[in-house]
């Protein structure tokens, strides 16, 4: 192994309430599957960023690292977010598609998060779903949880990043749920875009 390189190994996570609480943001996970836990909601990339070089198709998010940097103020949370494109032909040759990085940081006193460590014990009641929209109102898109500027034109409820994740929710049951998100019920948002089953947690490493 080359000197300074530390590798985490991912670890399941617990199922259920017990253990899905610890992959949101307000926990600042290191996880890999699943949807973005976003730290901040400042600069999170576009859907117009998230398109792989090559084929030009949405990039699905593969994992989060939260890795932040003792001694830099303005990094006291970071997490750095890997996406990449699910096509294996645009690995071939190797090129400037690759899978690729966003990088979100905080200080230590911000408007999102308490100074304090985040609690040890699971919140009382039920997890809460993955959420919808940011702080600030920007839906996320349901199917992989980036930006989702792009709503649909019968319920005007579910947001997309594009009309690919749109079309693939339509298929997988928003033309079932769509009149009754439109009535105000709906289903659960899709979970993994690589088919990963449930998302794992890995240790932090460095
Ligand atoms: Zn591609
Ligand atoms: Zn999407
Ligand atoms: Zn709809």
Not at 43 to 69: D, E, H, I, N, S
Request: proline share 14%; glycine share 14%; net charge positive.
């Amino acid at each position: 192994m080359a000197p300074g390189v530390e590798l985490g190994f991912a670890a399941a996570a617990a199922e259920g309430p017990g253990g899905a609480w610890r992959l949101r943001s307000a926990c600042f996970p290191s996880k890999v599957g699943g949807r973005p836990a976003w730290l901040g909601e400042a600069g999170l990339p576009g859907p117009a960023a998230l398109r792989c070089g090559r084929c030009q198709q949405p990039c699905a998010f593969l994992l989060q690292l939260y890795a932040p940097l003792p001694g830099r103020p303005d990094a006291f949370h970071r997490t750095l977010f890997v996406f990449a494109c699910r096509s294996p032909a645009c690995y071939r040759p190797a090129g400037p598609s690759g899978p690729f990085l966003f990088r979100n940081q905080l200080p230590r006193r911000n408007d999102t998060y308490s100074e304090e460590p985040p609690p040890e014990e699971p919140p009382p009641g039920p997890a809460p779903a993955p959420p919808r929209r940011l702080g600030s109102g920007a839906a996320l898109c349901r199917v992989c949880g980036c930006l989702g500027p792009r709503s649909c034109g019968r319920c005007r409820r579910a947001a997309y990043c594009g009309p690919e994740h749109q079309a693939l929710d339509w298929r997988r049951g928003h033309r079932r749920s769509c009149g009754q998100l439109a009535a105000g019920g709906g289903s659960a948002p899709i979970g993994d875009l690589w088919n990963t089953g449930s998302s794992t947690r890995v240790p932090a490493c460095g």
